[in-house]
């Protein structure tokens, strides 16, 4: 684990799945059905109360499923996490498609979601550099830029994990906050 700012920033190498936070946040599909990379290990790990709270939303106010870039949030099954914050990523098609504008989104309203749940720490995966094909160095400036500029202009931030699959991603993440912020 390396310590980013004191007290309040981390990054680590490993499952998100198995991390003791308030909230973890899911790059799940629209369809919020369950899918695979993290979105599958977060399933698979929570349990079948999870995939159920998920078609509830579905049934009674998402029909149409959840767009990219918005969140929603579910209890966490038999995760350690209290709450499993869902977000969609774009897909990655070129950059004219406001991809990075979205990708923004879901790190900005997963922290809103965080804080109306009254959550003290949140983790996030690397939304869309999987299946969704996001370029992993724009990706993590863009998630780094919008915890940053979260942690400055808030008073008593929340803990904020960002979780690497392997360690080259970790290893792009450390060097974007070396390049931007403090
Ligand atoms: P997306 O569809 O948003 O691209 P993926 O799940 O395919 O989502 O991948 C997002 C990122 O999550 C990738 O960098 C992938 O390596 C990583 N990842 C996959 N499984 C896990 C896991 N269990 N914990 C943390 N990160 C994971």
Redesign the pocket.
């Known amino acids: 684990m390396h310590e980013i700012i004191k007290d309040i920033c981390y990054s680590c190498t ?4 198995q991390i003791h936070v308030d909230a973890i946040v899911n ?1 799940a ?1 629209s369809s919020l059905l369950g ?8 399933h698979q790990a929570a349990g079948p109360t999870l995939y159920a709270a998920c078609r509830q939303i579905r049934e009674q106010s998402l029909p149409a499923g959840l767009p990219p870039g918005e969140v929603v949030s579910t209890h966490a099954g038999r995760l350690p996490a209290e709450y499993v914050i869902h977000t969609v ?1 774009p897909v990655w098609s070129g950059g004219d498609q406001e991809e990075s504008l979205i990708l923004a989104s879901c790190y900005e309203q997963a922290i809103i979601e965080a804080q109306r749940l009254g959550c003290r720490s949140i983790a996030f ?10 370029p ?1 160095k724009q990706a993590t400036e863009i998630a780094w830029r919008v915890v940053y500029e979260y942690i400055q202009h808030t008073d008593a931030p929340m803990k904020i994990y960002l ?4 360690k080259h ?1 970790e290893k792009i993440f450390l060097q974007a906050t070396r390049t931007t912020g403090d």
């Open positions: 490993g499952d998100i799945s790059a599909n899918g695979g990379g993290v979105d599958g290990a977060i990523g995966p690397s939304i869309s550099t999987g299946v969704y094909r996001f992993k979780i690497f699959f392997t991603d």
